[in-house]
């Protein structure tokens, strides 16, 4: 049977049973939207993500860490405010490095606002934490080395926190109270361009990491957070900075480790693309239970138009022309439905990407690999049917007539 004609039979059989064609093919048009929208959404977000890290930090930042892998945590003598302006000095590689302490769950207040105290991230570090971060200052300055000598009980604050403490004035120069010890607000941090980070609203306030250390009643420092002086220079600023203070701290017992802002970047872009897999194959069992309905219905057309097979075969039709007219219904169904469904899934990643405020990345191989697997679909769950067509007796179909 030729092409052509396979073709116009085909279409004159779906157009005879529209509504069990539209059924069969709306199974698929979900299987294969919820792949394609799924796929571009994370890989948009990924690209987003990624993109909004690098932001938070210079490509020269680097961390010096215990390793977190073997079940470590640092002490008050794993870390030394001193290691970092060592490093600084005695490293070439090496071009600013600051300590951090941190805490979670902070109260942040107004002195006699009366309402719930805010909970914040607390940071205490020094001056230098501003380059690595890549931060910029909205109003006012951030810390200083004197603030942190004289232990100043100064605090700066970010966007969000410093809008939710003074939604009507100016933060500058006022009193704040942190876990119920006075600070002053110096300065106001920009906001960051990160949507995503505006979204977890994450409130922070920084402190001199020595008054940071008299509020948490602890001197452990957490980590140490450096910029090489260049990013060629990065890999020696690692070793520099491991080198020095394994042999400052030789009986801490504990595992010191290197990362960079690109290791972790890469560390985030494995995570992110593992996530995406696993729901697209998620998204893809509906594509299958597609498949499904797609076997049930030509078993059923099977079924109702054996007399038609045997009409076919009468005038001379083969097995072969009665097996590939009903897998090649099978294919239109799936092909009809994949295209749909690219067409309904790629505006849902646009419509998602959209609200989220990031682009949807949406490659030509999703959109060839869901027809690919649509047509797949057809022919794995139309083979069957399409084969006991074929198989059907000349003589038996006849009675049907």
Request: hydrophobic content about 50%; overall charge neutral.
């Amino acid at each position: 049977m030729r092409f052509t004609d396979l073709a116009q039979v085909v279409g004159e059989n779906l157009l005879a049973h529209r509504l069990r064609a539209a059924l069969t093919i709306i199974g698929i048009t979900i299987g294969i939207a919820a792949v394609i929208a799924v796929v571009a959404i994370g890989q948009g977000g990924q690209a987003v993500i990624i993109s909004q890290l690098e932001s938070l930090g210079s490509s020269r930042y680097f961390e010096v860490t215990v390793d977190v892998m073997r079940g470590e945590a640092p002490t008050a003598d794993t870390f030394r405010l001193q290691d970092a302006t060592l490093i600084e000095e005695l490293s070439p590689a090496v071009e600013k490095m600051a300590p951090l302490s941190y805490a979670s769950m902070i109260d942040v207040r107004r002195p006699h606002s009366g309402g719930k105290p805010l909970l914040s991230q607390l940071y205490g570090t020094t001056p230098d934490l501003i380059y690595a971060l890549n931060m910029k200052v909205e109003k006012g300055r951030f810390l200083s080395n004197i603030d942190v000598d004289a232990h100043a009980r100064v605090a700066v604050l970010d966007a969000e926190l410093a809008k939710e403490l003074f939604p009507d004035t100016d933060p500058l120069g006022k009193q704040i109270f942190i876990q119920d010890v006075p600070a002053t607000v110096i300065g106001v941090m920009q906001k960051p361009p990160s949507s995503i980070l505006s979204m977890m609203n994450l409130k922070t306030v920084y402190l001199p990491i020595t008054f940071a250390q008299e509020i948490l009643n602890s001197k452990v420092i957490f980590q140490l957070c450096g910029v090489a002086v260049s990013k060629e220079a990065l890999p020696q600023a690692i070793e520099d900075s491991l080198k020095i203070i394994r042999k400052r701290h030789p009986g801490a017992g504990v595992h010191y480790v290197g990362n960079s802002m690109e290791e972790q970047l890469s560390i985030v872009g494995k995570v992110t693309s593992v996530m995406t897999l696993i729901i697209g194959a998620i998204a893809g069992i509906a594509l299958l239970v597609g498949g499904v309905g797609v076997m049930n219905i030509m078993l059923v057309a099977v079924t109702e138009r054996t007399r038609e097979i045997g009409l076919l075969m009468a005038l001379g039709a083969r097995r072969k022309d009665i097996m590939q007219q009903f897998l090649f219904e099978a294919v239109a169904l799936c092909l009809i439905g994949g295209a749909l469904g690219v067409l309904i899934g790629a505006g849902g990643a646009v419509a998602v990407a959209l609200l989220a405020h990031w682009p949807p990345l949406i490659s030509f191989w999703t959109i060839l690999l869901a027809f690919g697997f649509s047509a797949c679909v057809g022919l794995f769950f139309g083979l069957y049917p399409a084969s006991r067509a074929a198989a059907l007796s000349p003589a038996e179909a006849l009675r049907q007539l």
